[in-house]
């Protein structure tokens, strides 16, 4: 399992397993997002799966998945509002962990923040989502 900290709310990852769901609970994160469509590969572990070990190590788990079709407004908030319900730190994966560090950022777009502070999270955790600029603008107003 390769963790990416993004910074004390979410560390993002590419697609975890439930059997990697303890050491998750155990290093303290406080619930589990799922952005990766199930089925979207063959043998990728189901999210029910880890939904199931996650619920049984008292972790909250949030499906919310990202296809081709890119992101949405309603993506925006559902990330937003899970990060903000978990009351603790986040782990967002999906296959390469690009879609999770995305959709967090856009989500932290919405709350108003800038978007250099993002990029250069994003940056730090090894992702480039510079081509995400307008989007984050727009959302933070400042566009």
């Not at 499906?63 to 509002?81: H, K, Y």
Request: hydrophobic share 40%; charged share 20%; aromatic share 4%.
């Amino acid at each position: 399992m390769e963790l990416r900290r993004i910074d004390e709310t979410i560390t993002v990852s590419p697609q975890i397993d439930p059997a990697d769901v303890t050491e998750i609970a155990r290093a303290g994160f406080r619930a589990i997002i799922c952005n990766r469509p199930d089925d979207e590969e063959p043998g990728q572990p189901s999210g029910a799966a880890i939904r199931t070990v996650a619920e049984t190590m008292g972790l909250a788990y949030h499906a919310i998945p990202v296809t081709s079709a890119g992101f949405s407004a309603p993506q925006v908030a559902a990330m937003r509002d899970a990060i903000d319900a978990a009351g603790g730190p986040v782990l967002a994966f999906c296959r390469s962990g690009t879609r999770s560090t995305n959709l967090w950022a856009l989500s932290e777009a919405s709350r108003g923040r800038p978007a250099d502070e993002m990029i250069g999270k994003a940056a730090g955790a090894g992702y480039d989502i510079t081509g995400l600029r307008p989007m984050l603008d727009a959302l933070s107003g400042k566009a």
